[in-house]
T-cell receptor, first 112, second 111 residues
Framework: EAQVTQNPRYLITVTGKKLTVTCSQN?????MSWYRQDPGLGLRQIYY???????DKGDVPEGYKVSRKEKRNFPLILESPSPNQTSLYFC???????????FGPGTRLTVL | GQQVMQIPQYQHVQEGEDFTTYCNSS?????IQWYKQRPGGHPVFLIQ?????EVKKQKRLTFQFGEAKKNSSLHITATQTTDVGTYFC???????????FGTGTKLQVIP
């Protein structure tokens, strides 16, 4: 089944404790993104990747890192999480940036 | 950066009434996509429009792309409770490799 998976689905952590949210897709897609969703602000792109080893900043990259060592995986790293990073995070993949995006189920992160 | 404004933010309708959400941009868009997110779920792709003045239909849903390619609309005829959710437009335009989403319209359908 074609899908995007994210782990964990829920995470409560404390300020400053490094964490990684994993994302994996099995559709051989080149373009992958991370978004955060906050009430009233819609979906905002954090980082995106055009292909392996090619990543770039989206609209809200501060406090986040990503890597794309393999085509299927695109982890999101928070080196020192802060409470303003409490949000719902979605990973998405597509053939290209102008193609239909497939979203993962979401990760709800709370930083205390 | 590119901005896509979406209105209204919320809409409550009686079941059977029509519903429309609008996306507007100050710059010309090369494409517009629409997504639906059910409560507690993730966004799911509905459709993409690329041509000036394009109109596409999916059952009770009608999607339009403006002649100047700066606005788009999604119209639902005779809403049903299954239409509940948040509708987003999105675009990946210009020289940027980013994708920009509108702020979404949350639709509530009252039975």
């Amino acid at each position: 089944e074609a899908q995007v998976t994210q782990n964990p689905r829920y995470l409560i952590t404390v300020t400053g404790k490094k964490l990684t949210v994993t994302c994996s897709q099995n559709m051989n897609h080149e373009y992958m993104s991370w978004y955060r969703q906050d009430p009233g602000l819609g979906l905002r792109q954090i980082y995106y990747s055009m292909n392996v080893e090619v990543t770039d900043k989206g609209d809200v990259p501060e406090g986040y890192k990503v890597s794309r060592k393999e085509k299927r995986n695109f982890p999101l790293i928070l080196e020192s999480p802060s409470p303003n990073q409490t949000s719902l995070y979605f990973c998405a993949s597509s053939l290209g940036r102008r193609n239909e995006q497939f979203f993962g189920p979401g990760t709800r992160l709370t930083v205390l | 950066g590119q901005q896509v404004m979406q209105i209204p933010q919320y809409q409550h309708v009686q079941e059977g009434e029509d519903f429309t959400t609008y996306c507007n941009s100050s710059t010309t868009l090369s494409n517009i996509q629409w997504y639906k997110q059910r409560p507690g779920g993730h966004p799911v792709f509905l459709i993409q429009l690329v041509k000036s003045g394009e109109v596409k239909k999916q059952k009770r849903l009608t999607f339009q792309f403006g002649e100047a390619k700066k606005n788009s609309s999604l119209h639902i005829t005779a809403t049903q409770t299954t239409d509940v959710g948040t509708y987003f437009c999105a675009s990946s335009s210009g020289g940027y490799q980013k994708v920009t989403f509108g702020t979404g319209t949350k639709l509530q359908v009252i039975p």
